[in-house]
């Protein structure tokens, strides 16, 4: 099992930035991707950011160039570094990992964190 738990979301304006930190507990050596969803009213949630053992990362389109993941030594915690935040950036952010035990993976989420983005 791993629970997950997210801070630093907030209220920001066009262009600011943010950092979202993301804090892993439990069976953490299993842990083999962790990364960053989040999910706009009426969206589907989506891929944000992703850090895979080794180090190599993924991000979606629409962040790359602005958004960076990373995490200190054993996994623990993960950041998303957010500038020249959007209006679109608004959502709820999820943390997420991945815990690959034998052949079987199970996912995990965080209980969000707000990120507004406005004027």
């Known amino acids: 099992q791993v629970q997950l738990v997210e801070s630093g979301g907030g209220l920001v304006q066009p262009g600011g930035s943010l950092r979202l930190s993301c804090a892993a507990s439990g069976s953490i050596f299993s842990i083999n991707i962790m990364g960053w969803y989040r999910q706009a009213p009426g969206n589907k949630r989506e891929m944000v950011a992703r850090?895979?053992?080794?180090?190599?990362?993924n991000y979606a389109d629409s962040v790359k160039g602005r958004f960076t993941i990373s995490r200190d030594n054993a996994k623990n915690p993960v950041y998303l570094q957010m500038n020249s935040l959007k209006l679109e950036d608004t959502a709820v952010y999820y943390c997420?990992?991945?815990?690959?035990?034998?052949?079987?993976?199970?996912?995990?989420w965080g209980q969000g964190t707000q990120v507004t983005v406005s004027s």
């Open positions: 997420y990992a991945e815990e690959d035990v034998g052949t079987t993976s199970f996912a995990y």
């Open positions: 850090i895979i053992n080794g180090g190599s990362t």
